[in-house]
């Protein structure tokens, strides 16, 4: 399948800004299952930039802005044809208890995504769900599977319910939130549980295929998860769409949580607030 995206973000002061610094995550990997065609990054205004690989193995670009402005837009658009993953079969037929064995003597390689991050606590819920979904005679496959199914049911995402930071103790509790908080939470169990995780920052497909169901997360950037498997493969799973993902998502960067693969961070200097408007759309081309 051929995409266009277009990954808008606008920031207005309310007083204009002398100054304004801006760390991007907007850059798509190339990947067996993501072919970048073109892929164009603009600020406005415009301002000197340099680049570089962030630890995660993230492209990051990064603006200064040091002229007075009342405004800054990032626009990001990307063309891409995206083709469907191929499991690794005999990684996902080993057993849980085999592989969590396996990643055990093999922890320095993949330390990070074994220990918990700062928004990604494990332990508490995260053990007992570990002890539910992740029994060790289950295979892989049914394992995590039944885990991303489990989450979709037993959470319900409403929109603008829970912020960048909100606890993963609070969506345990509340039963509630988007697609970051659910990364999180499949991330905290499946680490507890010994298996390596991390977070991944993306799109999906704005509109539905004809006869099919629309994505739930499609207006701005999606979260999901991956999971390394034996012989050191990710797999990728969307806990928020109950599925594992495909054709209709993109990747952009990765992390042990939201932090680490936030599209944008920055600052700015001046002596108002601002407000910031995100607009994702990823449509289908000839």
């Not at 415009?46 to 802005?65: E, H, K, L, Q, V």
């Not at 998860?225 to 993902?245: H, S």
Request: proline content about 7%; glycine content about 8%.
């Amino acid at each position: 399948m051929r995409f266009e995206i277009l990954h808008t973000t606008g920031y207005r002061y309310e007083e204009p800004a002398s100054e304004a610094y801006i760390e991007a995550r907007l850059t798509p990997p190339a990947r067996p299952t993501q072919q970048i065609l073109a892929h164009d990054l603009l600020f406005d205004p415009s301002a000197p930039s340099s680049s570089y690989t962030d630890y995660y193995g993230n492209p990051t670009t990064f603006y200064s802005m040091v002229k007075r402005h009342e405004h800054l837009t990032v626009a990001s658009r990307i063309l891409t044809e995206t083709s469907p993953p191929v499991l690794p079969a005999e990684a996902l037929d080993l057993s849980v208890g085999e592989a969590r064995q396996i990643f055990s003597s093999v922890t320095t390689d993949v330390f990070d995504y074994l220990r918990a991050s700062p928004a990604v606590p494990t332990g508490g819920e995260a053990a007992d769900w570990g002890r539910r979904w992740l029994r060790p005679e289950a295979t892989m496959r049914d394992a995590l599977g039944a885990l991303n199914e489990a989450i979709h049911r037993g959470f319900r995402y409403v929109s603008g319910s829970t912020e960048n930071w909100t606890p993963l103790t609070r969506i345990w509790k509340a039963r509630s939130g988007v697609c970051q908080d659910f990364a999180h939470l499949m991330i905290s169990v499946l680490r507890t549980s010994g298996l390596p995780a991390r977070y991944v920052c993306g799109y999906i497909e704005t509109d539905p295929p004809k006869g099919g169901r629309r994505l739930v997360g499609s207006v701005a950037t999606h979260a999901w998860v991956e999971v390394l498997v034996p012989g050191m493969e990710w797999v990728a799973l969307d806990p928020t769409n109950d599925q594992w993902c495909g054709e209709r998502h993109v990747a952009v960067s990765f992390g042990r949580d939201f932090a680490d693969a936030t599209p944008l961070r920055g600052t700015f200097k001046g002596s108002g607030g601002q407000q910031m408007t995100v607009k994702v759309v990823m449509k289908r081309t000839p």
